[in-house]
């Protein structure tokens, strides 16, 4: 028996590919090899609480999140605009006064941040809302933090409050990821919302993976993919652990690294960044109180990871880049006696230590923020150590990426890694490669 399309990987990608080819007709399966869909999109509940892989956030104007998912069935739960920037001792409100008028007064009079960055990000609000989306690949290319230098933002305004928001979009707090990111999510941020469904992060995948089987595509889990390979009639053949599968077409949406391996394109990215976010409970009415913002640590400014000689703690490596009171934003997070928060290290360092270690020093670093207060009923919940957060973006990386085309014969390519490493584009790519595979004459039955 041959399908018409086979997707390797149930992923976002993979998802939004199988639903689209199904509604156009395809007999599509998609292969995933993990107990469950969603690659790293996904949620576990243990003891009441709900855990995210990782700390991740939906940005809803994201064009492909408005195009591929019903957000109203989401029961989106919306995190405040801004964030809280927390030293030893302090911690001051920077928001947007246009998207939050009621801390507009509590940001201008923000010590942290002079007032002509303020001026100047308005500035700069005004003109990537105004931009074209798409247009923001083409062009001129260079690093976050430089190209904040040329709009004349201040080292304070850079190490305290970029370096720590966007270290958590990037994983990069030294911010040498290409400036493309920083102005694409920038400007969707001013035009939507940063939410997490009440479900869970998990919730996104489950409602694409749904919305896939309702249009008649098959997912099998539990099975592994070791070769993916065309054939002299057109065809391509699909090896799994367990059997031998062919198909008219197939798309791999793995993630990055097995991508590489079943197709051989060399310029998929394989170099990618780690993170481990931990979560940590407390008793109802004990969490920090933060009015749903994320608590970004800028404690000494230091931004760069390479920065060790001093010997100096590097906030988002040796302590926390940010910390997140969930349920202050989703209740639906945790039982109603406990509140839920987590806490994010970048790099590969933390990766390395143990659950006590970054345990003790989540709870020394929000202790040093409130010392007003005490943490001592925090109790750790879970670890999440990601490997592989997203791969790098380096300036003049996105002209690298390899095109949903470029493996031989009818395979295809469907992966952030073909746009840029995003929720946006993991679903864009999605769209892509259905496109290719249909104007290529394959995938549809009728």
């Known amino acids: 028996m041959t399908d018409d ?6 992923g976002l990608a993979g998802l939004v590919a199988a639903r689209r080819l199904a509604e156009r007709g395809a007999d599509v399966t998609v292969l995933e090899r993990r107990e469950t869909v969603g690659g790293r999109v996904q949620s576990r509940t243990r003891d009441g609480f709900t855990l995210d892989r990782g700390f991740q956030v939906l940005f809803t104007g994201y064009p492909a999140v408005k195009r591929e998912l019903d957000l109203d069935a989401l029961d989106l739960r919306r995190f405040k605009p ?21 801390a507009a007064v509590e940001s201008f009079f923000n010590h942290e941040i002079p007032l002509s960055d303020k001026l100047r ?20 290319d260079t690093d976050i933090r430089t190209y904040l230098r040329e709009w004349g933002f201040s080292e ?34 001013s035009k939507g919302h940063t939410a997490v469904p009440a479900d869970g992060m998990g919730a996104i995948t489950a409602q694409l993976a749904d919305r896939a089987a309702a249009a008649g595509a098959t997912i099998e889990t539990d099975t592994r993919v070791t070769g993916v390979e065309p054939t002299d009639d057109g065809t391509v053949e699909i090896t799994t652990t367990e059997e031998g599968r062919r198909a008219e077409a197939a798309i791999v949406a793995t993630d990055p690294r097995a991508a590489a391996e079943l197709t051989g394109i060399d310029s998929i990215p394989i170099d990618g960044r ?30 760069s990871e390479a920065d060790t000689a001093s010997g100096e ?9 940010a910390m997140v009171p969930l349920t202050e934003v989703a209740p639906e997070y945790a039982p109603g006696d406990r509140e839920l ?23 020394r670093t ?81």
């Open 313 to 321: 703690e590097i906030p988002g490596v040796d302590t926390p880049n």
């Open 156 to 189: 304070a305004y850079v190490n305290n409050f970029v370096a720590p928001f966007y270290g958590g979009i990037t994983l990069d707090r030294s911010l040498s990821t290409s400036k493309r990111v920083f102005e694409y999510t920038f400007a969707v941020l």
């Open 274 to 303: 780690a993170s481990v976010t931990q979560y940590y409970s407390l008793p109802a009415g004990a969490g920090p109180g933060t009015d749903r913002r994320i608590l970004l640590n800028a404690k000494g400014g230091v931004a």
């Open 5 to 10: 399309v086979i997707v390797v990987g149930g």
């Open 341 to 363: 928060l987590c806490a994010t290290f970048l790099g590969e360092r933390p990766v390395e230590v143990s659950d006590e270690e970054l345990f003790e020093r989540a709870q």
């Open 366 to 446: 929000l202790e040093s923020w409130y010392p007003e207060r005490t943490f001592g009923g925090l109790e750790h919940v879970w670890t999440e150590r990601i490997q592989f957060g997203q791969f790098r973006q380096p300036p003049g990386i996105h002209e690298t990426l390899p095109d949903v085309r470029d493996p031989d014969g009818s395979v295809y390519l469907a992966g952030e890694y073909t746009h840029w490493s995003s929720i946006q584009g993991a679903m864009e790519s999605g769209r892509v490669v259905t496109k290719a595979v249909l104007a290529d004459g394959l995938g549809s039955s009728q």
């Open 82 to 102: 801004g964030a809280i920037i927390a030293r030893p001792s302090e911690r001051s409100v920077l928001s947007d006064p246009l998207r939050d008028p009621t």
């Open 121 to 140: 990000t308005l500035l700069l609000r005004r003109e990537l809302r105004s931009r074209d989306l798409a247009s923001i690949f083409d062009g001129r």
